[in-house]
């Protein structure tokens, strides 16, 4: 067993995450590399010295290329802005780091591109946690294996409602693309039907501003947006992306349909996976709710009985193993950076589509 | 109270449930007009006195004709294939019956106009029995009140899967265009769409065939489809339309995003709408299970206690009342063939967009 | 094909669902024995000739001697106060006519006894409809066929929440023992209980009125009650009725557990039965929800699309069916008034359980 | 801000889960006293030293006395079998130390009255995890401020399927009353009945071991039981528990019905609370489910996003955080060891009543 020092950029929502996966993640898994809380940088010294206090760091500092020179800093996890993610990551990878990146990956197409260039030939990786649940990994598995058989659509969406309220007053999210809600939330579900399913070979979009002014100012960015999309495998699909979907909280939720059965998830209820099999007597047919357990992947280090449930936090832990183990073995560990990257592309070949109301071949 | 006598042309599903429904009506509610089971037809004297004994006519005829020009027969209902709808109707507007016909309405496009000329000056109405659910008659309420504030967002399904087993054989249902998937099924959602929203203005489609071949074999119309849709009011949607969509059995569903409230709505569970309302404290907000009873639309009828359900036939003797009520009124029913006939419209601009490969408008 | 004269006595919630039954259950089962909705009978002569408009009688009485006396009425429904129950039932079957009764049987253990007593050698049904739902009858057979392996457990209820406002005034349901939740209630899923698992060989009870006094008097019976139980198989049980059970519509609800499997049900969802199969991998052992289709019992004949769903009035509809069938042959039908007697001497075992807090014994 | 050396006696199921809920309470809640991983202890030096390798510790033993004597151990958490808990406890506070012991208190009655009376004076705290989701805090809230009205019914349960199958042979688990059904599960659903209701006053059970034969040996403890019970504030209640449940993963559930509305939770799904208000238009009325989120007690710790959710471990570390501010603060902390006493008296007079099978009145 041994030590990693971790410097993580950003206290904020995602910054305690990846912190407290940090200080737990050895625990829980049994890791053979050990994170130690070396450092931490927020915007200024005293939010940095904070976040130290808070998440139990050894140093602190307003900073952060202060973070990625420091000697005793051997991983960076990148939780600010997406604006600072390229500059921060090709410092990190200058000195030969591992940098787990927050999505999405930069802030433009072009940055991402330029992120997957400076990561070439060292360990990155982008934070997708969600397709990490149990339910998710086994549904992915279940694809993989041909249990549903051959899939022929899939639906999916990443719907919230924090600005579903006409009232709620313009603010950073509600200007810069990079912020708006294919921005923002689509990367999650985008990668989720890549994992699930391969490769997207073209989009048609639409992407809208639903409340164009708020108190306060003009919305400059998108409310909502659907993607219908064809797979390279041929599957028809469609996807969705809301932060105005009132009633959502956390609706990341997708459907698979096979021609031997069909897999239903919605991370509301991220505990359970939705499995329906064309099988058996037409009279006891029916989709069966299957609550995650040790019986499913990364469940059994957090509890050893059934249906008693991982939560989000340990969707971030199961992400720090992952990445510890791509720093340990020197592999690159799903999803790199060149694997975000596509997600980036997506979004790109969907916002040249809804300009020109036109299908977007990602092809060309 | 006086009686009219009620003439029924196919005896198979829909000639059967409207056949209930008649003899049912009065007794559930009280209608002033009467149905007198008086005559069915079908495609054969042994079939239709087959149909005869076992719904309860007075009479059966081999001949629809026969049975458009019996005096005794006052109001027509057709439930036959969809090729025949124009012809039985226009016999018997010819004779100034009133008419209610299967959806879709007529084999074609050119089918359904001429369907509207001829019902023009006489009672007619297409049997979308769906939309008649206690919940669904609510929620266009709650929708037409504005009691979810202004909608920015609609997703319909109608998804089933009798033809999701690749092994299912070739079939009259795998050709023809009007028995494929948005001949038959699509036009039941597409109706509850723009029940619920008003007229859709713009649709960009996909439409496929996912079993090109099954055993005794070609299939030569479509599985599956998708439109992406813009309301007149600008909302955007998306309709989704299989007949290969594995494990769901009635998936007539549909989720309508407003800017005070969401509503969900399943037909698999037809008794229960969900119902969120963004108002109160934050802590206890979260979608309702609203199970129908005697406080929404048409329940009461069928039973005095909320909870207690109605089902699949309850649905067309609703149907049936409304009929009647137009035959007493002469006034037109929602929906009448004119209005058949908007559904028919975006049908065929869902194909030519599926051709094309871009957005068709509705206005053009 | 033949006719028979059918009378029902009392026109309220339960006289309309019957007559309503009649008059479609030909249509729906092809009956060879068909139904003529000959008279129905009321308290009052201007009552009864409103519902033998209403729900389409040839005449109406406000004696209901005068109906059990008619020549033309070969049948008889009874669905009046449980306080007539006994002296109409004798009448009847005085006559030698088949008598439907709706539950309870008789307004007290001696009046049941008695109306036992009166029904022997002639044909006799109690109503409780909700055991002939598809998915019921479907849990009935799994059962019966060992698909669960050996009963563990059952847990049942019926719960409504009519009298859950503590304003709701006095009436005539909140005195006399026949109107309280036991009484009243608690039959059907005693019913439901027997049918599933078998004879009741112990009862522990409590029983307790939560709201004694309402605006415009004191509540002289119960409002809710839970019985222990003991099945004769040995299985452990569990009872409860309430009708103060807030939120609760139609909270008839049980679950079954066994060696190999198990089922639960709620009439809130009528249409779907939840199974369990402690078989096949345990990474995909889940309760599947099987919606109800024509592979289930009595579907069928109200549709042939799966999922579509039946309601409250087509189990009306089922137990005509049965009792015509039981009519023409003769036999009697389950449940008759011998069986309806067992669920009296229940709760009449439960009541004297909850004066002596103690455990009593069926067989005592 | 100050730490505190913690020692764990145990390293199974619960010794991992303090341990790594140690590891991780300060980072998620920023506590003023900061735990130390001290020392592990184990039932042999090398199991120990595996324990502190996985979970981060600094010292291992094979003698929980070493650990118990250890000048840097401070605080003391019990995960061991419930025939130790006893001497340690005695042990930890006659250093003085603060103690954590896990459910259920001791190995019988006499040996929670003697924890007690050690406990006396020093901090105690019983495990009781479950009661700590943000779900059921908030359930509990409601409850104490009468949002639901008056409560006049109570149902629980503890059921899981770990023993449902006929064939899982005889072993630890299955002699010893402390290891059986109601020794060994029912102390979680007692402990949370109490936090909701108050006080049970008297209680009417039965239990009963539902396979006395397994392979490898006779079974000498209670697979499932139930009982009737009184709160002293009068409402009737029911409580069943099972490790038969065949289908049941983690039936942790519970019903409460009250003047006003009710709320249903089953920690199946432990990020949903149903809610149920008897208010508003009876046409919108139905139980809501609500995600628990920020605005739910202690869930804005672990995530800012509502509905992203808490799993099993979160509730661990939400314990910790509640023992630690105990030491701070030198006060007892819910459920202290005389709360838990309580506990086992209501386990102590159900198996007195499933003997006598009478009531037991907790008072006498």
């Given at each position: ?79 600010t ?20 990146c927050?999505?999405p ?17 060292h ?14 990994q086994f ?27 006409p ?7 509600t200007?810069?693309?990079a912020?708006?809600t ?5 990367p ?54 809301s ?6 909280k ?8 096979g ?6 998830f ?5 505990n ?12 006891e ?20 009985g059934?249906?008693?449930?991982t ?6 832990i ?11 073995t ?8 060149a694997?975000g ?24």
């Open positions: 067993m041994s030590e990693i020092g971790i410097g993580v950029v950003g206290g904020g929502y995602m910054g305690k995450a990846h912190s407290v996966a940090m200080a737990a993640v050895g625990a829980v898994f049994g890791t053979t590399l050990r994170p130690r809380l070396e450092m931490i940088a927020a915007s200024s010294a005293e939010s940095a010295e904070r976040y130290r206090a808070a998440f139990g760091f050894a140093r602190a500092t307003g900073d952060w290329r202060e973070l990625v020179a420091d000697p005793r800093v051997e991983a960076v996890v990148i939780a802005p997406q604006e600072l993610h390229l500059e921060i990551a090709e410092a990190a990878f200058a000195r030969g780091l591992p940098v787990m927050e999505k990956m930069g802030a433009s197409l072009d940055e991402a591109e330029a992120m997957v260039r400076a990561a070439e030939g360990v990155s990786m982008v934070g997708y946690n969600y397709v990490r649940t149990p339910a998710t549904a992915r598995k279940l694809v993989a294996d041909g249990e549903i058989g051959d899939v022929t659509w899939f639906r999916g969406e990443h719907t919230e409602d924090f600005l579903a309220d009232q709620a007053p313009a603010s950073w999210r200007s810069g693309d912020n708006g294919i921005g923002d939330l689509s999650h579900m985008i990668n989720c039907a890549l994992a699930l399913l391969g490769p997207i070979a073209s989009v048609n979009a639409e992407i809208a501003t639903v409340h164009g002014i708020r108190p306060g100012g003009e919305v400059t960015n998108d409310d909502h947006a659907q993607f219908m999309c064809r797979f390279a495998s041929g599957v028809m699909g469609h996807l969705y992306f932060r105005v979907a009132t009633g959502r956390m609706g990341y939720a997708y459907e698979i349909t021609t031997k059965g069909a897999i239903r919605d991370q509301e209820d991220q359970a996976l939705w499995l329906y099999r064309a099988e058996g007597p037409e009279a047919r029916g989709f069966r709710k299957i609550l995650t357990g040790p019986a499913h992947p990364d469940y059994e280090p957090f509890c050893l059934p249906g008693h449930g939560g989000y936090q340990d969707q971030i199961i992400e720090a193993r992952d990445f510890l183990q791509a720093i340990e020197g592999a690159p560990v799903w999803p790199t950076f694997d990257l596509e997600v980036m592309r997506i979004i790109d070949a969907a916002r040249r589509s809804a300009e020109t109301r036109a299908w977007v071949d990602m092809a060309l």
